[in-house]
């Protein structure tokens, strides 16, 4: 099993692109999660789903943070415009009980 | 609101040393408390969850209900612990975690 798959791994873009992020989770997982990384807040949840529909979106910093999760083996975060302030590591999880496993990360530059 | 705090970034221990991890929790309800950990160019991984009162690789942490703490303690270091370690609460029954800011551990040989 390769685990939770993130996709891209570095994401390089300019202000004011759109970035959407991918996410497999591992099958046979319910439930899927959103994190973001920094030095200064470590890690934050975004927003996290339950059987593909949005639980908890209180950590979505504002409306230009999206995410979606049309399957159960799929799901995207999308940041549109981005901004320099959102270059940061993404995480997405998933689990089927308390522990939550997780992907390797996307590396988010914005320039 | 809940809320987890790992007051240290930066922590640095020589090999064979004993080390602690501070956590300190703030929930209303009953907690969850885990502890998750990052290796050098491995994934986030859990190590430790208090309900199973267990010791992983060594490590041991006590769920301090008065104090609201879930430090996380080894007696003796080793360098294979140096990694990010983050402190994490869960609500009874809930899916979602809320991380501290983490710190770093590194052992020095």
């Known amino acids: 099993d390769a685990g939770v798959i993130q996709s891209p791994r570095h994401e390089v873009t300019e202000m004011g692109q759109e970035v959407t992020l991918r996410c497999k989770p591992i099958?046979?997982?319910?439930?899927l999660f959103w994190y973001r990384q920094t030095m200064m807040r470590g890690l934050e949840l975004l927003i996290y789903f339950n059987n593909n529909v949005p639980i908890d979106d209180s950590g979505m910093p504002e409306d230009r943070f999206s995410a979606k999760m049309p399957n159960a083996s799929f799901s995207t975060l999308k940041i549109q415009p981005s901004e320099p302030r959102d270059s940061a590591v993404y995480f997405c999880?998933?689990?089927?009980?308390?522990?939550?496993?997780f992907g390797p990360g996307t590396r988010l530059t914005v320039t | 609101a809940q809320r987890v705090t790992q007051p240290e970034k930066l922590l640095s221990v020589f090999k064979g040393a004993p080390v602690e991890l501070k956590c300190n929790y703030s929930y209303s309800g009953s907690p969850e408390l885990f502890w998750y950990v990052q290796y050098s160019r491995q994934r986030l991984q859990l190590l430790l969850r208090h309900i199973s009162r267990e010791s992983i690789k060594g490590f041991t942490a006590d769920l301090n209900k008065g104090e609201t703490s879930f430090h996380l303690k080894k007696p003796f270091a080793q360098e294979e612990d140096s990694a990010m370690y983050y402190c994490a609460l869960s609500g009874t029954g809930a899916n979602n975690l809320f991380f501290g800011t983490g710190t770093r551990l590194t052992v020095i040989p």
């Open positions: 099958s046979g997982h319910n439930s």
């Open positions: 999880a998933s689990s089927y009980g308390y522990e939550q496993y």
